[in-house]
């Protein structure tokens, strides 16, 4: 695909509901980011340019969840526009944090957090972009892992598939020597189940992986949740520690 | 004669934090009326932290903002250690600081560099700067360079950049070694002449000549930058304590429809 182009590939970064985070990332490669400017026209990306909305996108990046009537218009539209479109972060890729709201009611919320509700304009649900439109590959994270969207990209402009596993969190902290915190400390953690990508960050600092990056390809979330209870965790602690980031997710979204 | 109007409508606002746009109505060359929208949709934290337990908040709430996560960590973290009647030993409350202090470089230089300077030189973004000119691409080198050190704070202390993981109620999961910390300060000492660099630089932009009447709040705190700690006070002279934070705002909400020594509090 980009192989065979003569101009540069043109980039487009959207935001829907979400942090900035994910998009923050492709900023914060302060050694990347003006080789990665030079290999692509950044073509739309409000955070970085005022470039309006204009033509289409070889490279689309979505950072954010569906939540309200504009989104659902935009996306369409964005989906149109792109030919390779990627969602980056737990909010484009399982509704984010904001999908909590599925399991209550949105009326209750919106009369719970905002003195006017009537001044603000919401669906009942967040959703990921892959609800409503094709997506072509969905990189994980709250937030993502800048030096993963760099191999994206890379490996969108040469043409190949980005080498981003999809293994268990457990096999970065064996090779990064971490030593296991359930095993040796009795720390409940979330690695087993859990997308690889951030490099094992939270063993590291001796706690237990929380989930930001969402589940592991045929994660066995049972298994794990049966060893939590038996090491005494309740069973209501074990539903908030999957419902966080990535709750929507199907692996995570019915879990007791 | 009849009247010439204008309207300018910008759909998205860019370059700024949030999502919002703006539209300017003109009549006879002067301004009729300026509306801004904010479409950034809900995201109710406030509605789905109830019933989750009090460690669980500041991982949640860093997600609120992913350019100033500590920010939010800080205050929530701050929030619930208050509601405990915990204080922290001086070496931690310095750790935060450190913290918070990578953070606000990060994001600072990001908002210097990256978000306005563009504005006020007329380029469409940071890297338009940098492709611009010699001079340029060394000035937006240095924003790089001075935004990753920043970072380098964020991510030893914190663990990553963007919502990171160390904060903990009551203190930090792991502290960083000595040797770790001493390894960020050659490249801090650089970092402190960048920021100098950074001032002379920025005060040369060409600023609008405009001034309103607007308030300004911050914290005040007696005897160092107020990041964490202090009063709330207002450069009108409002002040108050950090938890009675509603009640202010209210007050300062009064204060724009009121004269202001109507108003009870004010001490200037």
């Known amino acids: 695909m980009a192989k065979t182009m ?19 990332s492709l900023l914060d490669c302060e050694d990347e980011l003006l080789v990665v400017a030079g290999a692509v026209e950044i073509a739309y990306f409000l955070e970085a340019t005022r470039r309006p909305l204009r033509g289409r996108f070889d490279l689309t990046l979505v950072e954010g969840s569906i939540s309200s009537p504009e989104q659902l218009d935009l996306i369409r539209d964005v989906r149109a ?22 399991w209550g009611h949105v009326k209750e919320y919106l009369e719970a957090v905002y003195a006017r509700p009537d001044y603000i304009k919401t669906l009942d649900t967040s959703t990921p972009i892959a609800e409503h439109v094709p997506v072509d590959f969905e990189l994980r994270g709250c937030p993502i892992n800048k030096h993963q969207l760099v191999e994206v990209i890379a490996a969108f402009l040469a043409g ?11 096999v970065e902290c064996k090779r990064a020597g971490t030593v296991c915190v359930m095993v040796a400390q009795g720390i409940p953690c979330l690695g087993p189940i859990t ?16 989930g930001c990056f969402g589940p592991s390809k045929t994660p066995n979330v049972v298994s794990l949740t049966t060893q939590f209870s038996q090491s005494g965790v309740s069973s209501d602690a074990i539903r908030r520690v999957l419902h966080t980031f990535n709750a929507w997710s199907p692996e995570f979204r019915d879990a007791q | 004669m009849p009247s010439k109007t204008r309207t300018i409508t910008v759909q998205a606002l860019a370059r700024v934090e949030g999502e919002g746009g703006l539209t300017i109505r003109m009549c006879d060359g002067q301004v009729d009326g300026v509306e801004l929208r904010i479409y950034e949709p809900p995201r109710f934290y406030e509605g789905f932290l109830r019933g989750r337990s009090a460690m669980e908040v500041p991982d949640i709430t860093a997600r609120i903002c992913g350019i100033c996560p500590v920010a939010y960590q800080m205050s929530s973290v701050h929030a619930v250690e208050k509601i405990f009647g915990v204080t922290m030993p001086p070496e931690l409350r310095a750790l935060r600081r450190l913290l918070y202090c990578g953070e606000w470089i990060e994001s600072h230089v990001l908002h210097i560099y990256m978000l306005h300077a563009p504005d006020f030189l007329g380029f469409e973004s940071a890297v338009a700067m940098a492709q611009a000119s ?29 919502h990171p993981i160390n904060v903990r109620v009551g203190g930090f999961y792991r502290l960083p070694h000595r040797n770790q910390l001493q390894g960020l300060v050659e490249e801090l000492k650089w970092a ?26 911050a914290l005040r705190h007696a005897a160092e930058y107020p990041m964490n700690e202090g009063r709330i006070v207002s450069s009108l002279g409002l002040g108050d304590d950090q938890d ?11 204060l724009r429809r009121s004269p202001p020594a109507s108003l009870p509090g004010r001490s200037a």
Do not use: M
Not at chain 1, 195 to 205: D, M, V
């Open chain 2, 244 to 254: 009675k934070y509603p009640n202010h705002l209210r007050l300062l909400a009064d």
């Open chain 2, 192 to 217: 402190r002449d960048a920021a100098l660099e950074t001032v002379r630089w920025s005060a040369k932009l060409p600023f609008p000549d405009f001034a309103d009447d607007y308030e300004f709040v």
């Open chain 1, 160 to 170: 190949r598939r980005p080498n981003v596993p999809n293994h268990a969190v457990c």
């Open chain 1, 195 to 210: 997308h690889a990508g951030c490099g094992a960050i939270c063993p590291s600092f001796d706690r237990g992986c929380y």
């Open chain 1, 81 to 102: 526009r792109s030919k390779f479109l990627v969602t980056i972060g737990a909010c484009a890729t399982a509704g984010g944090i904001q999908a909590l709201r599925n």
């Open chain 2, 134 to 162: 010699p001079e340029l691409a060394t000035v937006v080198r240095r924003a790089l360079r001075l935004k990753k050190a920043g970072n380098s704070i964020v991510n030893l202390v914190g663990g990553r950049e963007v």
């Open chain 1, 6 to 24: 003569n101009r540069k590939p043109r980039l487009g970064v959207f935001k829907f509901a979400s942090c900035d985070g994910c998009q923050l």
